[in-house]
């Protein structure tokens, strides 16, 4: 199983070759099922609240 966030147009960028994601695609997607899953990212929801809660905290006094 692989996951990613990024979808294939963007792999790209990460790998330093085209032709080299392309083949990589190719060996990936031969014989598979890709199930793609849409919506709001829960690992980045809870990250926002975390960083919310500790901005409308006051700051720590000195010492």
């Given at each position: 199983?692989?996951?990613?966030n ?51 905290r ?6």
């Open positions: 199983m692989i996951t990613t990024r979808p294939f147009s963007e792999w790209a960028a990460v790998f330093h070759s085209a032709s080299c994601v392309g083949t990589l695609l190719d060996r990936l997607c031969h014989k598979v099922e890709i199930v793609e899953i849409a919506g709001e990212s829960w690992r980045l929801k809870e990250a926002n609240e975390r960083t919310s809660r500790r901005r409308s006051p700051p720590k006094p000195p010492g």
